[in-house]
């Protein structure tokens, strides 16, 4: 049985709005590829989880400077090719980044799996932000 804490976790990562202006289309992720993500990222009680997706993450990314541990995203390759020197920027070393479908460019993966939903393979990466 899921934690609350867990649960919520969960629903906030499927659950975001979309937002006029965004880059990315109103996509929901499935609730196998949210579980998985947080595996790899091994989120436990004492992590804070941010998620990426909802509008321009603005809001999370200043949240994020305090206490984030853990960023999800579920953006496109493009955007998470230029929201890449933010995270480095504004991300304490060692911040875990965890993304639904699509890489980070150059930006070697630690680890990725494939996560199998409705006959299709989907990729989930994980980044670890490092030292400065």
Known sequence: MRSPRLTGLLLLIAGCAPHPAADVPFLVTPPEIADQML???RVGPADVVYDLGSGDGR???AAAREAATVVTLYLTREVNLRLRPKLFAELGPGTRVVSFNFDMGDWEPAAMLRVDVNGRSTPVYLWVVPPR
């Open 39 to 41: 595996r790899l990222a």
């Open 59 to 61: 809001l999370v990314i």
